[in-house]
């Protein structure tokens, strides 16, 4: 039933929900309403999309505010670096070269130097939380959040697409962590670099970085240190210098295989007729997962290769 159906039948439908969100400071009446009906009344999940769609505008307003502030600032760097003598700017530069030159070269001898006796001396020091079944998800979590342009090279199946046709790779990730929505009730986002494709659905969202942001990096990051619950936020990237610069923020870190190997079995194991036959591990699941849910880009003619590939992965 299409909503002008429902309140013609009902006019004061959802008026109390409607009075809560109301309370709560959403005060868009149509939108909210139109997110009622589509979750079947069901405020506390309306509240929670709500509220990560204006942490993220707000996350992206105070980027643009910055950028401006870092613009105005340079330009004023500029006039006045036109005053100062040109020999001295000459050698100051020379010598920050020179510094940099030594310091690489420093960093380079400890770090394959001193620790040549013991390698993981040399790993990048982070916590990252390994998932390998049920027990080992953390209990506190309720929000994924994936860096979908890291994500899409994570498994052979979907990295053939990324390298050619990133918009399928795209959708096809989009279609596994919405899959692991509904099977888990977590919620997810997917945040992109850029993508033509956005996604606004209660629990389940897929953004766009730009032009808010330079890259997903700096939206990510900016979003996990303005998240109040960072215990309860887990976010997922391969990324050495995201994953350090989000450490800082004290969320939870995951390495993308992990958390698609760890998603996958649980979307097999709500749905095992669905993969019926299909070889255990990652790379068959998501070959089964492309030839079922997206078979118009993968059957016949268009990608006889991938075809090809995908039928020997799966028994």
Same mark, same amino acid.
């Given at each position: 039933?299409?909503?002008?159906?429902?309140?013609?039948?009902? *006019?004061?439908?959802?008026? &109390?929900?409607?009075?809560? %969100?109301?309370?709560?400071? =959403?005060?868009?009446?149509?939108?909210? #309403?139109?997110?009622? =009906?589509?979750?079947?009344?069901?405020?506390?999940?309306?509240?929670?999309?709500?509220?990560?769609?204006?942490? %993220?505008?707000?996350?992206?307003?105070?980027?643009?505010?910055?950028?401006?502030?870092? /613009?105005?600032?340079?330009?004023?760097?500029?006039?006045?670096? /036109?005053?100062?003598? /040109?020999?001295? /700017?000459?050698?100051?530069? #020379?010598?920050?070269?020179?510094?940099?030159?030594?310091?690489?070269?420093?960093?380079?001898?400890?770090? $394959?130097?001193?620790?040549?006796?013991?390698?993981?001396? @040399?790993?990048?020091? +982070?916590? +990252?939380?390994?998932?390998?079944?049920?027990?080992?998800? *953390?209990?506190?979590? @309720? $929000?994924?959040?994936?860096?979908?342009?890291?994500?899409?090279?994570?498994?052979?199946?979907?990295?053939? =697409?990324?390298?050619?046709?990133?918009?399928?790779?795209?959708?096809?990730?989009?279609?596994?962590?919405?899959? =692991? !929505?509904?099977?888990?009730?977590?919620?997810?986002?997917?945040?992109?670099?850029?993508?033509?494709?956005?996604?606004?659905?209660?629990?389940?969202?897929?953004?766009?970085? !730009?032009?808010?942001?330079?890259?997903?990096?700096?939206?990510? +990051?900016?979003?996990?240190?303005?998240?109040?619950?960072?215990?309860?936020?887990?976010?997922?990237?391969?990324?050495?210098?995201?994953?350090?610069?989000?450490?800082?923020?004290?969320?939870? #870190?995951?390495?993308?295989?992990?958390?698609?190997?760890? &998603?996958?079995?649980?979307? !097999?194991? +709500?749905?095992?007729?669905?993969?019926?036959?299909?070889?255990?591990?990652?790379?068959?699941?998501?070959?089964?997962?492309?030839?079922?849910? $997206?078979?118009?880009?993968?059957?016949?003619? *268009?990608?006889?290769?991938?075809?090809?590939?995908? @039928?020997?992965?799966?028994?």
């Amino acid at each position: 039933m299409r909503i002008e159906t429902a309140l013609a039948e009902n *006019p004061n439908l959802f008026e &109390a929900e409607m009075k809560q %969100l109301s309370d709560m400071g =959403f005060l868009e009446t149509r939108k909210n #309403l139109k997110l009622l =009906f589509r979750t079947d009344g069901n405020v506390q999940v309306v509240s929670q999309f709500l509220s990560t769609k204006k942490l %993220l505008k707000d996350c992206c307003k105070a980027n643009r505010l910055g950028k401006n502030k870092e /613009k105005r600032d340079r330009k004023g760097d500029r006039k006045e670096k /036109k005053h100062a003598d /040109k020999g001295e /700017k000459k050698q100051s530069k #020379l010598a920050e070269k020179l510094a940099k030159k030594l310091e690489k070269k420093m960093t380079k001898k400890m770090s $394959h130097g001193n620790n040549r006796g013991d390698p993981k001396q @040399s790993k990048m020091v +982070v916590n +990252v939380c390994e998932l390998s079944d049920k027990s080992s998800w *953390p209990v506190s979590v @309720s $929000h994924v959040f994936l860096d979908g342009n890291n994500m899409l090279y994570v498994a052979n199946a979907m990295r053939k =697409f990324a390298i050619k046709k990133k918009g399928l790779a795209e959708d096809i990730l989009t279609s596994f962590a919405r899959r =692991f !929505r509904e099977v888990t009730n977590a919620r997810v986002t997917i945040i992109f670099d850029d993508s033509n494709k956005t996604v606004d659905e209660p629990g389940f969202s897929v953004f766009r970085a !730009r032009p808010g942001f330079a890259t997903s990096d700096d939206a990510l +990051v900016q979003l996990a240190g303005a998240l109040e619950e960072k215990k309860g936020s887990m976010f997922v990237t391969s990324d050495r210098e995201l994953l350090e610069r989000l450490e800082e923020k004290g969320v939870i #870190l995951v390495k993308p295989k992990n958390w698609m190997a760890f &998603a996958a079995e649980r979307i !097999r194991e +709500v749905t095992p007729e669905e993969f019926k036959g299909v070889e255990d591990g990652l790379e068959a699941f998501l070959a089964h997962w492309i030839l079922v849910h $997206h078979p118009d880009e993968t059957a016949g003619g *268009p990608n006889p290769e991938a075809t090809s590939m995908f @039928s020997k992965m799966t028994l």
